[in-house]
């Protein structure tokens, strides 16, 4: 992996620079290049969902590699249509999703890989959405350390905007640092491929397909002209003064407050202290006092602004305006709001954001939250969370895992329940989530006690322990599989103290070199020897979905099967007679111990 290690590190390096690239084509024609996206491709779940054509990662090999690049070099290359399908949204509506075929996920990676590695130091530091290092937390951490003081939030949501992208823009985007003929030409061809839908195919005009991999690199790169819009143009329009101008009245209040205090009245003194402390300091309607900030997460960007309402008003206006000329897209008008942030609350990623504000918090003879941001989870989203859960409002067993084995169980309840609570850990008020652990914990608890047709005191007794956290013992459950010569399997539910945590500190970015590890899977693809027949030559990998599949007691156990089982792998490197014995279901080879 040496090689793609010095390849993407001139890249980035070029990127920083702001320096055009040109010949990136020929990038295309590097191994080294398919076999780190491969590796990066390979565990994912849709890597056995078959596209268009009925391909899938299973049976990847050395030689397939050569074939893609073969067609690359001589401009053969074509991207098949993607098979369409639908996922349901949380409003009632369905969002479609392109599955493409495996081979247009290899260079799709790459292709992606080379422009992450240019554009991602170009990029600007408001941006987090598909980018390494940064997410929903980091984004949130901007708003709660950065923000103090805002008046007004302004939430944006551009309507379909991976379904509107216009390939035109997009492409004099890309043309504007990519002086490469070919491969411009090769990324128009993966935006026009089309998709099929009822296996009749239908031409994409526009947009960027749900599902491709290229996708969330090319909205970060079109979206970019909205960044700099933003912090070239409205930030320094809407952004002035160095502090507030002292409020007359406070100051009045003040210099009252001293008088009494040499004349030695303690009740007047404590009455005008107590009036302060519901007055501001400083003049909140200062004219010469203006603040506009702005994160963008994907599509949903939100603007916090100090300032009139009238001028957040215009700062829509302006954005709706350059995105509907400039990048042809349009604003959603039920998710586009301008908020209050004391009185009310803007949705962003799921939390809601508000300014706290409360006289009665003093520390260090200061209001201490005052004009604070301040993140909490949104109650809509913890009865949503609960309701699958439940049944006539009270927790009731998930019939379907009644069959599972208890490690199964309690690892799924405690894998959902992790991911919840570690998304809302920097929320304030994140110890709501004590409802949705009760909840849980309860179900799990019945759906344990009607496989063992128990009761669930006994079941809650028979896997509770505690752990030890940095607040201190926890309560949880935990189940074990024990194996012999081996760490046992240990699945856990709960133990996580409901407190909130400053995880995500955003730090100054500076250029690191760029490190590839390289996968295990290679390594052994690489080998060019059978796993299973110990012969040298050609192989391929065979890949199953989940080892789940592998244990099935139902079924006699195949020579293949129990070695991948054993070595609790999905895939297997197998020469071209033992992958199709395998797929024949005919007898293969024993493997050599």
């Not at 479609?96 to 996920?105: I, M, R, T």
């Not at 003040?254 to 400083?282: C, F, I």
């Amino acid at each position: 992996m040496r090689e793609a290690e010095l390849v993407l590190g001139v890249l980035r390096e070029r990127g920083r620079r702001g320096l055009p690239l040109e010949r990136l084509y020929r990038q295309l024609f590097n191994p080294q290049l398919y076999l780190l996206a491969y590796g990066r491709l390979y565990s994912n779940k849709g890597a056995m969902t078959p596209g268009p054509d009925g391909e899938t990662v299973d049976g990847m090999s050395l030689g397939k590699i050569e074939r893609i690049i073969d067609a690359l070099r001589h401009e053969r290359y074509r991207f098949k249509p993607a098979r369409r399908t639908y996922i349901p949204k949380k409003n009632g509506k369905k969002r479609p999703l392109g599955l493409p075929s495996w081979s247009d996920k290899l260079v799709g990676e790459v292709i992606r890989l080379l422009l992450e590695a240019y554009y991602e130091p170009q990029f600007s530091d408001l941006s987090h959405g598909y980018r390494p290092n940064r997410g929903c937390h980091t984004a949130l951490s901007e708003i709660a350390h950065h923000w103090t003081g805002t008046t007004w939030f302004i939430e944006a949501d551009i309507a379909d905007c991976f379904g509107s992208i216009d390939h035109e823009i997009a492409l004099s985007a890309l043309a504007e640092r990519i002086h490469d003929s070919r491969f411009l030409r090769l990324l128009r061809n993966m935006l026009q491929a089309g998709y099929l839908e009822d296996w009749i195919w239908h031409a994409t005009l526009s947009g960027a397909p749900q599902g491709g991999v290229v996708s969330p690199i090319l909205s970060n790169i079109y979206l970019h002209k909205l960044d700099s819009f933003v912090e070239k143009v409205l930030i320094p329009e809407y952004t002035r003064g160095g502090s507030r101008a002292p409020n007359p009245e406070y100051r009045e209040v003040a210099k009252q407050l001293a008088r009494m205090r040499r004349r030695g009245d303690r009740l007047a003194v404590r009455a005008l202290r107590k009036q302060m402390r519901g007055m501001p300091s400083k003049d909140p309607a200062d004219p010469r006092f203006r603040r506009l900030r702005y994160v963008r997460y994907c599509d949903d960007h939100l603007l916090g602004f100090t300032g009139p309402k009238a001028e957040a008003e215009a700062i829509k206006i302006r954005l709706a305006t350059f995105l509907r000329e400039e990048l042809k897209l349009e604003l959603s008008q039920e998710k586009t709001l301008i908020t209050h942030a004391r009185t009310g609350a803007a949705r962003f990623l799921s939390y809601e954001i508000t300014v706290q504000h409360a006289d009665h918090k003093v520390a260090s003879k200061g209001r201490s939250i005052n004009g604070i941001v301040g993140l909490r989870v949104p109650r809509d989203v913890i009865k949503a969370k609960c309701s699958p859960f439940l049944k006539l409002g009270k927790p009731e067993r998930r019939n379907q895992m009644v069959n599972e084995g208890d490690h199964t169980i309690v690892r799924t309840y405690g894998a959902e329940y992790r991911g919840l609570v570690e998304y809302y850990l920097p929320a304030g008020d994140v110890y709501r989530l004590n409802r949705l652990e009760w909840v849980m914990k309860t179900s799990m608890l019945k759906t344990l006690a009607c496989k063992h047709n128990s009761t669930v005191t006994k079941m809650a007794d028979r896997y509770k322990t505690t752990i030890t956290t940095p607040y201190g013992p926890r309560r949880c459950f935990e189940a074990r599989v024990e194996r012999e010569g081996r760490q046992p399997l240990v699945a856990r539910f709960g133990g996580i103290p409901l407190r909130r945590t400053k995880n995500a500190i955003l730090t100054d970015r500076a250029p690191r070199p760029v490190t590839v590890r390289r996968k295990e899977l290679v390594t052994r693809l690489q080998a060019g020897r059978c796993e299973l027949c110990k012969q040298a030559g050609t192989v391929d990998v065979h890949h199953v979905s989940k080892l789940a599949d592998l244990e099935n007691p139902g079924r006699p156990q195949p020579a293949w099967d129990q070695l991948m089982a054993k070595r609790r792998r999905k895939t297997l490197v197998v020469c071209a007679g033992c992958h199709t014995a395998i797929h024949n279901g005919q007898p293969t080879a024993t493997p050599t111990q």
